[in-house]
């Protein structure tokens, strides 16, 4: 296959490594797995793996759902890709105090193109647990909204509005 002479193939036999159990793939990625398929998977195919990754932009709404038996093992794509996004909306809101920010909080309002659906539940997610963390202050009381936006300039927005004249966009 590779021109290499029968007689020659040592060299071949030396470059080409022996896979053994453990050079076995540690990651399984779920792309388009209907999510009533994935437990019949746990006993088997993901007991040997170290991760399983899956894209929420992509897969249905009901993988996230799923009962893992180890979710700490379970990775979205999504989440990752929100990664520089979260960063910067942390580093600028870290300038103020947690109950400033939970404060008179009215509504959450995340809007999101098509393709980017899983980025808006992981944002919505995020902002939740974010501002759960104020313990003096009721955010647990604001309207919490995510859509999907349809004008082709919209790819992912967050806005929080407050009982005031203070909004965050």
């Known amino acids: ?7 020659d193939c040592g060299y071949l036999g030396n470059q080409v490594s022996v896979w053994l159990e453990p050079d076995l793939p540690t990651y399984h990625w779920f792309n388009r797995v209907p999510a009533a398929r994935i437990p019949q998977y746990f006993d088997s195919l993901l007991v040997g793996v ?3 990754i899956y894209d929420s932009s992509i897969e249905s709404t ?15 794509l999504a989440a990752a890709r929100l990664l520089p996004v979260r960063q910067a909306i942390g580093q600028y809101l870290s300038g103020y105090a947690i109950e400033k920010l939970g404060h008179g909080l009215q ?10 659906s899983g980025e808006g539940r992981r944002l919505l997610e995020w902002v939740k647990d974010c501002l759960g963390e104020c313990e003096d202050c009721e955010p647990q009381k604001a309207d919490y909204d995510l859509e999907e936006c349809s004008s082709p300039e919209c790819s992912l927005t967050l806005e929080l509005h407050y009982n005031d004249d203070r909004y965050f966009r």
């Open 107 to 116: 509504s959450v309002r995340i809007r999101h193109c098509a393709s980017m």
């Open 62 to 76: 009901d993988i996230d759902s799923i009962e893992w038996p180890e979710p700490s093992r379970v990775s979205d």
């Open 1 to 7: 296959m590779l021109s290499y002479q029968p007689e």
């Open 50 to 52: 170290r991760r399983c």
